[in-house]
């Protein structure tokens, strides 16, 4: 048993004197902002309680949950809308497992990259609600990753112009008589303009429901088209671009 206890404590002073432990909160700050949010930046989270605090800065990240106090606490916001608000360009929106969000046409004008907190998509879902033409609306370059997003009519995404990501995601369209009023992604780009690149790529993501997965009324066509096949589900793999 003392053994045990001093390979234990040996082990701890080890991790405590390591070199990386040696730098300041903001040369690591500066070193977590290259990590990629899921799962690596999540990940240095569960290290210890310094990385957490760190890891879970709102300078590196926004949080949307419901909170658990009634006290304020900076970097997290009860609705997406709010966080979306209060970001800056560049920033990354962590949206919390377990949770059904509203979001009705919420417009996003400056470079974001919203995420999924849970471990597959299902875990967090945006519901856009019936009468909204789409859940969020794109006129900047942004991402959406790991998230479950449904709208009954209307579509799921719409892309206005920038470049957007969308990877690892669900988009569904609800089963109803007009469902060929709805789509999971509509794109209304239209030709560059002083050479910036418009288009949709989309990446390991389910579609269901709607009347086709990409509507285009701009300059876009669907291109270089992918599918694999599970027991489940069709997994999409495709992009949304120039001629």
């Known amino acids: ?45 569960l290290v210890c309680h310094r990385w957490r605090f760190l890891a879970c800065h709102p300078r590196l990240w926004l949080r949307v949950e419901r909170p658990i106090k009634t006290t304020f606490e900076p970097g997290v916001f009860p609705t997406l809308e709010a ?32 995420i999924g907190a849970g471990t597959n998509p299902d875990d967090t879902v945006l519901t856009c609600s019936r009468g909204a033409d789409s859940a969020l609306e794109f006129l900047s370059t ?9 709208a009954e ?6 892309h206005r112009s920038g470049r957007l990501t969308i990877e690892g995601c669900v988009l569904q369209c609800e089963e109803n008589p007009l469902d060929y009023l709805s789509c999971p992604i509509m794109s209304t780009a239209t030709s560059p303009v002083k050479g910036e690149l418009h288009g949709v790529t989309v990446a390991r ?7 086709k997965a990409v509507c285009t009324s701009g300059a876009l066509v669907l291109q270089h088209v992918r599918a694999i096949y599970s027991r489940a589900s069709v997994f999409f793999w495709f992009e949304v671009a120039a001629k």
């Open 83 to 114: 966080a979306i608000s209060a970001a800056r360009p560049g920033d990354t929106i962590l949206i919390a497992a377990g949770s059904t969000n509203i979001a009705s046409a919420i417009q996003i004008k400056k470079t974001l990259c919203l």
């Open 205 to 211: 993501t389910r579609i269901e429901g709607g009347a």
């Open 142 to 150: 942004c991402k959406v990753a790991n998230l479950t997003i449904r």
């Open 1 to 45: 048993m003392p053994k045990k206890k001093l390979a234990a404590e040996g082990e701890g002073a080890g991790a405590t004197s390591s070199p990386i432990c040696t730098l300041d909160d903001g040369c690591l700050m500066h070193i977590f902002s290259f990590l990629s949010p899921i799962p690596d930046r999540y990940n240095t989270a």
């Open 153 to 158: 009519l209307g579509c799921c995404l719409l």
